[in-house]
């Protein structure tokens, strides 16, 4: 079994900040872009690293010198928290952990009572325990254990978060996340947007340029939109050629607007597309938000997933290379819109 090394499972993109960096500079960067720690570079060498742990340190000395005026937790804690029920699957957690960059999920009972917490630490250990079991069973003789094997494979394979190709989200974790997203959102009416990306004539570019020039320029389509995007916004394959865009905290009027913006500005690299009217590469959207004010209008993230598909219909017949949103879709489960490639 090939040996896993760190350079294959490291980050490469590191926060830093130099020694001189006020410390008030460090705890907004944290919490701007949601990150655990920031490391601690001079000449482009490590000299120290502050953590989660060093900046409560800090605060408690503060709030101990404060006294008289110590702050309520009501006035800083996130609300609503993230919360899991005891019978999510892990699956379902790594999505939450690594999606929403979070690292600590309340666990709760049917009553919404809470019953425990899950850490990130707790997912790693779960995570290197199926590993430790794989690890076990190929030291063994693999001819009597070949079953118990191909069954831990499986549990890996299941835990898969990535499509292979496009290192994006794949379907399944795209669809814990919106039903999360999606709950969350009418419990506690905080808004929410998704886009549904389609290359256009994309069929044509394969039958013109190849295969595997088909699947670079979809790695580039999606590395193009994840430049383009925040931190707290998660991309997925949805299928094919087909891209989801999950904007959280973000209405429709947001979601055109920088939907419209990546459309126009892919057709602007002037990729080739010989078989394109345009004779250069663009793509369409469709857009998908629930109406908050109106209940029972959107039962599931399904009819949201209808409603960006009815748009991205609508841009697709008029005239490609556009974003459209269909405001109203019926309650009732409506078919999958067939749009032109």
Known sequence: ?????????????????????YLMDVAHRMREEKVSCMVVVEACEPVGIVTERDMVSVLGEVLEEQRSRVARVKEFMSSPPITIMHDTPLFDALVLTQGQKIRHLPVVNEK?????????????????????????????????????????????????????????????????????????????????????????CFKSYNDYYGHQAGDDVLKLVAEHIRCSIRK??????????????????????????????????LAERNIPHAKSQFNVLTMSGGIGSPDLE???????????????DRGLYFAKNNGRNQVCCIANVSSTEPQPASAPV
Request: no cysteine; net charge negative; glycine share 6%.
């Open 1 to 21: 079994m090939k040996q896993v090394i760190v350079d294959s499972l490291m980050s490469r993109t590191v926060p830093t900040v130099t020694p001189d960096t």
């Open 112 to 200: 919404n009572e809470l019953s425990g917490i899950l850490t990130y630490t707790d997912l790693a250990h779960a995570y290197e325990h199926i590993i430790e079991q794989q690890r076990e069973i190929i030291s063994h003789e693999i001819n009597i254990e070949n079953q118990r094997l191909r069954e831990v494979n499986e549990q890996l394979q299941a835990l898969s978060m990535e499509d292979a190709l496009l290192s994006v989200g794949n379907r399944r974790a795209m669809e814990v996340d919106l039903a999360y997203t999606h709950n969350a959102a009418t419990r506690y009416k905080r808004e929410y947007s998704l886009v549904l990306f389609d290359v256009d």
């Open 232 to 265: 707290a916004d998660r991309l997925y394959r949805y299928g094919g050629e087909e891209l989801l865009l999950l904007l959280p905290e973000t209405g429709v009027t947001g979601a055109k607007i920088l939907a419209g913006r990546i459309v126009k500005e």
């Open 294 to 308: 109106k209940e029972g209008t959107f039962e599931d993230w399904h009819h949201i997933i209808a409603q960006a």
